[in-house]
Nanobody, 112 residues
Framework: QVQLVESGGGFVQAGGSLRLSCAAS????????MGWHRQAPGKQRELVAT???????NYADSVKGRFTISRDNAKNTVYLQMNSLKPEDTAVYYC??????WGQGIQVTVSS
């Protein structure tokens, strides 16, 4: 069994910040590329950010400079620090491991 559990979502005003956390099963976290995707109503699920086991990152252009992905390998946890949030960031955010295992998703709502 594998498990990915997101936390840290909620409501925030435009310009504010949130930090999402994703606690993963050790068995799949070790050595795995981790990522965050999001899906807004009526839109396709899209890449937000990824991070490899050695810390290499990539970001969607829409969040570059505002979001930071990081990981704590000792805690089997990946984070998404979201700053300068915009209403268009409103979506369900999904944690994933190696683009295969997915969390249940967590709602982020950014109000104007």
């Amino acid at each position: 069994q594998v498990q990915l559990v997101e936390s840290g979502g909620g409501f925030v005003q435009a310009g504010g910040s949130l930090r999402l956390s994703c606690a993963a099963s050790r068995s799949i976290f070790t050595g795995a590329t981790m990522g965050w995707h999001r899906q807004a109503p009526g839109k396709q699920r899209e890449l937000v950010a990824t991070i490899t086991s050695d810390g290499s990152t990539n970001y969607a252009d829409s969040v570059k400079g505002r979001f930071t992905i990081s990981r704590d390998n000792a805690k089997n946890t990946v984070y998404l620090q979201m700053n300068s949030l915009k209403p268009e960031d409103t979506a369900v955010y999904y944690c994933n491991a190696i683009y295969w295992y997915w969390g249940q998703g967590i709602q982020v709502t950014v109000s104007s």
